[in-house]
């Protein structure tokens, strides 16, 4: 009872309207002039079906547009996922490309050295500061020993300090701790080269006599015999006199890059004192 005084309202609403369409069922095949209170009926119950039929369309319109919603998420999540894809694509492709322009350049460069050599990859750094070295991912079970040589397209890159069975660290050119046997080009004048601060390098021993001028091409000289001979170790980028007098200061700007230092290849030759 309690319930029937509580919603009594809209029961007794409901029921007329389902009265209403009921006889309005029972009463479809007739005119309405041969019952003149479907008029009446119809008068009433034609604003609640509409707004009945108005709730209805408006459930409708909002469960279709909450799926259009869900499916367009969906979709659009499937097309972020395919243009991730395509761009990842791209920059292997890109990088394969690369790749291969370095590789040809390295076989070119390999092609005009009559030495045993290995090809290997620059896998690491040195994390601190103090040393300019670098791990490459071949050792000695390669034939890749301590005191080897190394080389890259671009010129010298320097040599092996130690190798373990598949890795070995190189000692870069850069490193104060380097030092090769030169020759300028032009001028045939000889000296040592090692790494100096900034990651340049610096030719040291060459008296102020000898002619060096900017642009000159330094190689390695061979006489060590560590490295080959012809080898390109940089360009001459300042010349300046020591001061002593004796000796001409020298800066080196070197012909491999080594931040981008990513293949390499090791001579596998060693100073014959060594072997």
């Known amino acids: 009872m309690n319930f029937f005084h509580k919603y009594r309202f809209p029961i007794i609403v409901g029921l007329f309207v389902l009265g209403a369409l009921a006889y309005f069922s029972f009463s479809a095949g007739k005119g309405v002039e041969?019952?003149?209170a479907?008029?009446?009926l119809l008068e009433l119950t034609g604003p609640v079906q509409r707004g009945i039929t108005g709730v209805g369309d408006w459930f409708n319109s909002v469960w279709r547009h909450y799926f259009a919603l869900v499916q367009a998420a969906e979709e659009n999540d499937?097309?972020?996922k395919e243009l991730a894809a395509l761009k990842q694509r791209t920059v292997d492709r890109d990088e394969l490309e690369l790749a291969n322009r370095r590789l040809k350049k390295l076989l070119e460069f390999k092609q005009n050295l009559d030495y045993p050599m290995v090809a290997a990859e620059v896998v690491g750094t040195d994390p601190s500061s103090q040393f300019k070295t670098v791990i490459i991912n071949k050792g000695a079970s390669h034939g890749v020993l301590p005191l080897m040589p190394v080389v890259c397209?671009?010129?010298a890159v320097g040599r092996v300090i130690w190798s373990s069975p598949h890795y070995a660290k190189l000692l870069l050119l850069i490193d104060p701790n380097s030092g090769v046997d030169v020759i300028v080009q032009r001028s045939r004048a000889r000296?040592?080269?090692e790494g100096a601060p900034g990651g340049e390098l610096r030719l040291k021993y060459l008296i102020h006599t000898e002619d060096v001028r900017l642009g000159d091409k330094v190689l390695t000289?061979?006489?060590?015999g560590v490295y080959p001979k012809g080898v390109l170790v940089?360009?001459?980028s300042a010349v300046r006199q020591g001061q002593d007098g004796a000796f001409q200061r020298v800066q080196i700007t070197p012909a491999v890059d080594f931040g981008r230092l990513e293949e390499v290849?090791?001579?596998l030759r060693r100073r014959q004192l060594d072997q």
């Open 34 to 36: 041969r019952i003149p």
């Open 38 to 40: 479907g008029r009446y």
């Open 78 to 80: 499937r097309l972020k």
């Open 153 to 155: 397209a671009q010129g």
């Open 191 to 193: 000296g040592v080269v």
């Open 221 to 224: 000289s061979g006489a060590a």
């Open 234 to 236: 940089g360009t001459v």
């Open 265 to 267: 290849l090791v001579l």
